[in-house]
């Protein structure tokens, strides 16, 4: 079954940097494009970030655009987020996600595009 296992989160001070990678087993991979998104204390599971399936494209929220960066590994079946300059407000919850479309023309950023999710990885940043 589909499987996504993120690693790499933790307790950070403001302007540090942390890169969260998620492990993907279970499905084809390279055919399915890949999100991360966030969900903060008492709010709503937000998008963050996407890579369409062959790569080519990426899309990102305006809040972590210039600071965060989306890349994807077809050949190992991961797809790790880069985040710099981490401000209080990136905190939250940080959950991995599969595209519910094989091949999708572009790039999903709504929840409901996404079908399989991970566990999640805390990401806590500090003033």
């Known amino acids: 079954q589909v499987q996504l296992v993120e690693s790499g989160g933790g307790l950070v001070q403001a302007g540090a940097s942390l890169r969260l990678s998620c492990a993907a087993s279970g499905f084809p991979f390279s055919h399915f494009a890949m999100g991360w998104f966030r969900q903060a204390p008492g709010k709503e599971r937000e998008f963050i970030a996407a890579?369409?399936?062959?790569?080519?494209?990426?899309k990102y929220t305006d809040s972590v655009k210039g600071r965060f960066t989306i890349s994807k590994d077809n050949a190992g079946n991961t797809v790790d987020l880069q985040m710099d300059s981490l401000k209080p407000e990136d905190t939250g919850v940080y959950y991995c996600?599969?595209?519910?479309?094989?091949?999708?023309?572009?790039?999903?950023?709504?929840?409901?595009?996404?079908?399989?999710w991970g566990q999640g990885t805390q990401v806590t940043v500090s003033s």
């Open positions: 996600a599969a595209d519910r479309q094989r091949r999708r023309s572009y790039v999903p950023t709504e929840i409901r595009n996404f079908g399989s």
């Open positions: 890579i369409k399936w062959d790569k080519d494209v990426t």
